[in-house]
């Protein structure tokens, strides 16, 4: 079986997974459809995204029905099925986060993005909610492109976000 | 003369900053030509002070923090190698009084040294309790577990011992295996405990389930660790490859013929896969959706196989309870409420941190004494104990103990032991809107009481909030909240009304919306 449908653009280079990168994920799990979710999680770091012409292909290898795999892509918060931006910002809006100002802080960050929450600038940069990263004692806190920062301030969140675009287009150059 | 230097490698201490101030140590100290050994300790708790960063004098350690990378020069300048004055100087570790007043036994060992230095671990007393085990029947160990009146940290406080006893009891044979599940899923807002000791002594908590295994009977464990927690993934990953070849994970357990073997498996952002049923379900690869139950995990678990699933904390409490005896750690607590807890100060709270203390101490002690008030300096308002789904509590409060049954009687509960302060600003209508937002997003759909339920209160609270109908519309919460209280799968629908109805009735003030609305 192959990929139905080419991926949205921006994600990189490999823009179609080849079979055998699917193959080769499922394989270093032992194509248990167990690791179903390891699998999901390998591929997105692969591709910057679960798109939807993986699942057949997927359930092929682990012997599962495709409405199976999709259910499951579909429950769980982290799986996209297009590529973020550049630039991904998570931000909590749990409540330790909001006892120190957290939905000011995302309200703010929104309106100089020119994005609404969920949605991805001009720029590239991404701005999704997460509910929680663990820093609750610095609050309030958000993850860009993976990399963690706490005790948040405007100045503080744009320098992480100016940071990542560089080095994004540093990488793409 | 090499100087030993400990910058936290824990996820707090990076995301202000730490790496930079790594790197700014041992570029100055280059510049400088000092012999300066750098160790990425975990985090000692005091989160206030990250980067906290700690020199090795011939006295003993002394604390700087926090430190900016910016400051590492000056720090040089005052001679903090030799433990010299500095205006960001606390002092000897052990003598801050946050730290000094702790009763320290799960965490004894956080922040002391690298977490991935097994031979430092063993010196600090790891393994005690394993190679006690080693020496046990397996009913002898799940003995100790009962009498040291160990409850689950998760959130719901059930006794251990009794959990392990129903899983041991089942059979058990080569094509008839037995699993320990490590609830490391962490979802609930203003808890950051496992994380730190995942983050900060990773072996404890692999030898608290190595010892579940020997006295549960099973051969293989999985740890169920969030997605959110990169840091940790890394550290609880390396940990067990460290483990499996000093051989005490494996076939065969340092040489006594025992095995086990423990799987980090990741989670994908799914608040409910903490619940134990829907975990399972994650970990067999599907969506996270509750089990109804009976039947318990500990008889029809993971793969339908009997299945101890217990909190990060509860596995890790076991290696000291062995290494110590179980009347040692019941010699700490108050009533039914046995051993310590880790409790963690988070929101808007001017020391935060992880606290662990017996149980009994008032949340008083921890939000003044410990917390120093308000990050704001404005008021306290109020706070909300054991994460989303507990209750909003108020300044009279203050002077409850923190127990099981005393915060139950309350009205409250503890959960998984966070405290989340917020200020006078706050609105706890906004929040009460929020406990249902959160269970929309986050409820798995299987059940309709929640699933609906939600949605409903969420826009009845919104309802409430424009002012609209307000007395009514209270009344319609209530009913909702029964509802979903008594006609839930789970505790994620049937915990909901806690934060909601706490809220309604300790500051009815902030759901009298009317005369606000019909000024305007
Ligand atoms: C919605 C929901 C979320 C939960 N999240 C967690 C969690 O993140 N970690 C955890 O240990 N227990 C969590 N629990 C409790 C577990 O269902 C279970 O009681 C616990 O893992 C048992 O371990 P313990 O007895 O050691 O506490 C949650 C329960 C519910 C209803
Ligand atoms: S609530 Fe935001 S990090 Fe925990």
Redesign the interface.
Same mark, same amino acid.
């Given at each position: 079986m192959s990929i139905e449908a080419p991926l949205a653009s921006g994600a990189g280079p490999d823009d179609t997974p080849e079979p055998s990168l699917i193959a080769r994920l499922c394989a270093r799990h032992g194509d /248990?459809?167990?690791?179903?979710?390891?699998i999901?999680?390998d591929l997105q770091e692969a591709l910057g995204a679960v798109p939807d012409g993986a699942l057949g292909e997927i359930a092929g290898r682990?012997n599962l029905t495709r409405a199976?795999v999709h259910?499951?892509v579909s429950?769980?918060?982290?799986?996209r099925a297009r590529p973020a931006g550049p630039v991904q910002v998570k931000v909590c809006r749990?409540?330790?986060?909001?006892?120190?100002g957290a939905r000011a802080l995302i309200e703010r960050l929104c309106a100089r993005q020119g994005v609404a929450l969920g949605g991805t600038s001009a720029g590239g940069v991404t701005i999704e909610a997460?509910?929680?990263?663990?820093?609750?004692?610095?609050?309030p806190?958000a993850?860009v492109n993976?990399r963690?920062?706490?005790?948040l301030t405007d100045d503080r969140l744009d320098a992480a976000i100016a940071a990542e675009a560089a080095g994004a287009a540093g990488a793409a150059a | 003369m090499t100087v030993t230097v400990y910058v936290p490698r824990d996820?707090?201490a990076?995301?202000?900053g730490a790496d930079a101030v790594a790197a700014a140590i041992a570029a100055e100290a280059a510049v400088r030509g000092l012999d300066v050994r750098l160790v990425r300790n975990g985090s000692r708790g005091l989160?206030?002070l990250?980067p906290l960063v700690e020199v090795a004098t011939p006295h003993g350690r002394v604390a700087y923090g926090p430190v900016d990378a910016a400051d590492v020069a000056d720090l040089f300048a005052a001679g903090f190698l030799a433990g010299g004055e500095h205006p960001l100087g606390l002092g000897p570790t052990d003598e801050i009084a946050y730290l000094k007043a702790q009763q320290r036994l799960t965490f004894a060992r956080i922040g002391l040294a690298d977490p991935l230095d097994l031979q430092a671990y063993e010196d600090q007393g790891g393994l005690a309790g394993l190679r006690q085990a080693l020496a046990m029947a397996p009913e002898a160990v799940v003995e100790q577990v009962t009498q040291s009146g160990l409850r689950g940290r998760g959130g719901a406080g059930f006794p251990a011992g009794i959990k392990w006893k129903t899983v041991l009891d089942q059979p058990a044979g080569p094509d008839s295996p037995k699993y320990v599940c490590c609830n490391a899923d962490?979802?609930?807002?203003?808890?950051?405990a496992d /994380?730190l000791l995942m983050e900060g002594d990773p072996f404890c908590i692999l030898e608290g389930m190595i010892i579940a295994g020997l006295a549960t009977g099973a051969a293989e464990g999985l740890v169920y660790l969030r997605?959110?927690?990169?840091?940790a993934i890394a550290t609880m990953t390396e940990a067990v490859a460290i483990l499996e070849r000093a051989g005490w994970l494996g076939a065969d357990i340092a040489g006594s013929g025992r095995g086990f073997r423990i799987e980090i /498996?990741?989670?994908?952002?799914?608040?409910i896969c903490g619940e134990e049923s829907s975990m399972l379900e994650?970990?067999?690869?599907? /969506?996270?959706?509750v089990r109804a139950k009976p039947p318990i995990p500990a008889i029809a678990g993971l793969?339908g196989r009997p299945t101890l699933v217990n909190n990060v904390l509860t596995l890790a409490s076991v290696p000291w309870i062995l290494g110590h005896g179980a009347d040692a750690y019941r010699d700490f607590g108050m009533g039914r409420s046995r051993g310590t807890q880790a409790f963690?100060?988070?929101?808007?709270?001017r020391r935060?941190?992880l606290v662990e203390m017996a149980f009994g101490v008032t949340l008083r002690e921890l939000v003044e004494d410990f917390g120093g008030g308000t990050?704001s300096g404005r008021p306290f308002r109020s706070a909300?104990l054991g994460g989303?789904l507990g209750a909003y509590v108020d300044a009279p409060m203050l002077d409850l103990p923190m127990d099981y049954e005393a915060l139950a009687d309350a009205g409250a509960m503890l959960g998984h032991g966070?405290v989340?302060?917020?200020?006078d600003t706050?609105d706890m209508a906004e929040?009460a809107r929020?406990a249902f937002e959160?269970c929309e997003?986050?409820s798995?759909g299987k059940c309709t009481p929640c699933r609906v339920g939600a949605t409903r209160g969420r826009e009845t609270v919104e309802k409430v909030l424009r002012g609209e109908d307000v007395a009514r519309n209270l009344v319609l919460i209530e009913d909702l909240a029964e509802l979903m209280r008594d006609g839930s799968l789970c505790a994620m629908g049937g915990l909901t009304p806690m934060p909601v109805l706490s809220a309604i009735r300790l500051f009815p003030e902030d759901f009298d919306r009317a005369p606000a609305v019909a000024a305007e």
């Amino acid at each position: 079986m192959s990929i139905e449908a080419p991926l949205a653009s921006g994600a990189g280079p490999d823009d179609t997974p080849e079979p055998s990168l699917i193959a080769r994920l499922c394989a270093r799990h032992g194509d /248990r459809p167990a690791a179903l979710i390891e699998i999901l999680h390998d591929l997105q770091e692969a591709l910057g995204a679960v798109p939807d012409g993986a699942l057949g292909e997927i359930a092929g290898r682990l012997n599962l029905t495709r409405a199976e795999v999709h259910g499951v892509v579909s429950f769980y918060h982290d799986f996209r099925a297009r590529p973020a931006g550049p630039v991904q910002v998570k931000v909590c809006r749990a409540e330790a986060c909001q006892a120190m100002g957290a939905r000011a802080l995302i309200e703010r960050l929104c309106a100089r993005q020119g994005v609404a929450l969920g949605g991805t600038s001009a720029g590239g940069v991404t701005i999704e909610a997460v509910y929680c990263l663990g820093l609750c004692a610095q609050s309030p806190a958000a993850q860009v492109n993976g990399r963690l920062h706490a005790r948040l301030t405007d100045d503080r969140l744009d320098a992480a976000i100016a940071a990542e675009a560089a080095g994004a287009a540093g990488a793409a150059a | 003369m090499t100087v030993t230097v400990y910058v936290p490698r824990d996820a707090a201490a990076k995301a202000v900053g730490a790496d930079a101030v790594a790197a700014a140590i041992a570029a100055e100290a280059a510049v400088r030509g000092l012999d300066v050994r750098l160790v990425r300790n975990g985090s000692r708790g005091l989160l206030w002070l990250e980067p906290l960063v700690e020199v090795a004098t011939p006295h003993g350690r002394v604390a700087y923090g926090p430190v900016d990378a910016a400051d590492v020069a000056d720090l040089f300048a005052a001679g903090f190698l030799a433990g010299g004055e500095h205006p960001l100087g606390l002092g000897p570790t052990d003598e801050i009084a946050y730290l000094k007043a702790q009763q320290r036994l799960t965490f004894a060992r956080i922040g002391l040294a690298d977490p991935l230095d097994l031979q430092a671990y063993e010196d600090q007393g790891g393994l005690a309790g394993l190679r006690q085990a080693l020496a046990m029947a397996p009913e002898a160990v799940v003995e100790q577990v009962t009498q040291s009146g160990l409850r689950g940290r998760g959130g719901a406080g059930f006794p251990a011992g009794i959990k392990w006893k129903t899983v041991l009891d089942q059979p058990a044979g080569p094509d008839s295996p037995k699993y320990v599940c490590c609830n490391a899923d962490e979802g609930d807002s203003g808890t950051f405990a496992d /994380r730190l000791l995942m983050e900060g002594d990773p072996f404890c908590i692999l030898e608290g389930m190595i010892i579940a295994g020997l006295a549960t009977g099973a051969a293989e464990g999985l740890v169920y660790l969030r997605s959110e927690y990169p840091d940790a993934i890394a550290t609880m990953t390396e940990a067990v490859a460290i483990l499996e070849r000093a051989g005490w994970l494996g076939a065969d357990i340092a040489g006594s013929g025992r095995g086990f073997r423990i799987e980090i /498996r990741r989670g994908a952002g799914a608040y409910i896969c903490g619940e134990e049923s829907s975990m399972l379900e994650s970990l067999e690869g599907r /969506r996270g959706t509750v089990r109804a139950k009976p039947p318990i995990p500990a008889i029809a678990g993971l793969f339908g196989r009997p299945t101890l699933v217990n909190n990060v904390l509860t596995l890790a409490s076991v290696p000291w309870i062995l290494g110590h005896g179980a009347d040692a750690y019941r010699d700490f607590g108050m009533g039914r409420s046995r051993g310590t807890q880790a409790f963690q100060l988070a929101g808007n709270i001017r020391r935060g941190g992880l606290v662990e203390m017996a149980f009994g101490v008032t949340l008083r002690e921890l939000v003044e004494d410990f917390g120093g008030g308000t990050a704001s300096g404005r008021p306290f308002r109020s706070a909300q104990l054991g994460g989303p789904l507990g209750a909003y509590v108020d300044a009279p409060m203050l002077d409850l103990p923190m127990d099981y049954e005393a915060l139950a009687d309350a009205g409250a509960m503890l959960g998984h032991g966070g405290v989340v302060v917020f200020d006078d600003t706050v609105d706890m209508a906004e929040m009460a809107r929020f406990a249902f937002e959160f269970c929309e997003i986050e409820s798995c759909g299987k059940c309709t009481p929640c699933r609906v339920g939600a949605t409903r209160g969420r826009e009845t609270v919104e309802k409430v909030l424009r002012g609209e109908d307000v007395a009514r519309n209270l009344v319609l919460i209530e009913d909702l909240a029964e509802l979903m209280r008594d006609g839930s799968l789970c505790a994620m629908g049937g915990l909901t009304p806690m934060p909601v109805l706490s809220a309604i009735r300790l500051f009815p003030e902030d759901f009298d919306r009317a005369p606000a609305v019909a000024a305007e």
